[in-house]
């Protein structure tokens, strides 16, 4: 189901500059019981994105209602929200663009994630490298070309995720998914300053672990380092944290630190 600025329509223009060029930015949030997991969580997050990308113009308080109102009257699924710069300018220019466009959707929660947190997920090492971009690193923007060549390339090898290196070999994250692995009481992620989506539940995840008591480093290191490693997690906001079992000819078995941040 979806509403476009408000009506239930499944249509956009194709002036709007996301069908132009991805200009825009979106979350994805899980609903559970009618309400919207970390919510103003997502609310930053798109309005980060927006102010990155010099969108003005947004209502925000009409997105949240527009965002709580869909999710509403479902007990379990996934909700999305977009927003584009809308219809306008001359080329890339974006002078004159009219408001804008507010997309929400609802749909189904993958099932096969109660799967893996009981499996554990196995990891292919991705031939498709990431572009570095401080202007846009950390950010979920339309431009999400690298993630459908990723995921395109993942479906060819019966992994449930795929690691992916920037084009300097270094560690970023998963397809749909940010990383972490321990060693010992020290839990590491990739720095994601050039290139990378800063997730939500990867910066709860890295509030938690201090928590826990374990120190976080954020590291540019390459795929060597996880030869070390004793556990490897993989999160993101529908998850939201599940273990990894393998990564190419590497196993992992430990579960300590998923089990303290799933304690039911």
């Known amino acids: 189901m979806m509403w476009v600025n408000g009506e239930k329509q499944n249509v956009v223009a194709a002036s709007d500059r996301a069908v132009q060029f991805g200009d825009g930015c979106f979350t994805t949030a899980r609903i559970r019981s009618g309400n919207v997991d970390l919510f103003e969580a997502h609310i930053a997050r798109l309005q980060q994105g927006c102010e990155r990308l010099l969108i003005s113009g947004v209502d925000w308080e009409l997105l949240r209602r527009e965002m709580l109102n869909a999710a509403a009257d479902r007990d379990d699924g996934v909700l999305k929200a977009i927003v584009t710069r809308g219809s306008g300018g001359r080329g890339y220019s974006a002078a004159g663009c009219a408001a804008p466009t507010r997309i929400v959707s609802v749909s189904a929660y993958p099932a096969h994630y109660h799967a893996l947190r009981e499996s554990g997920a196995r990891l292919a090492l991705s031939p498709i490298a990431l572009g570095k971009n401080s202007l846009l690193a950390g950010i979920k923007h339309l431009n999400r070309l690298e993630q459908v060549l990723i995921r395109t390339r993942l479906e060819q090898t019966g992994a449930d995720e795929a690691l992916v290196l920037d ?36 910066q709860w995840v890295m509030r938690r672990v201090v928590e826990l008591g374990f120190t976080l480093t954020e590291v540019r290191v390459g795929i060597e380092v996880l030869a070390q490693a004793e556990e490897v997690l993989i999160t993101n906001a529908l998850m939201p944290v599940l273990p990894v079992r393998q990564i190419e000819a590497w196993h992992f078995s430990s579960r300590r630190l998923f089990r303290l941040l799933n304690p039911h």
């Open 167 to 202: 084009t300097d070999g270094m560690l970023v994250e998963c397809c749909a998914a940010n990383f972490f692995w321990r060693i010992g009481e020290q839990v590491f992620t990739p720095d994601l300053s050039a290139s990378g989506v800063n997730g939500i539940q990867r």
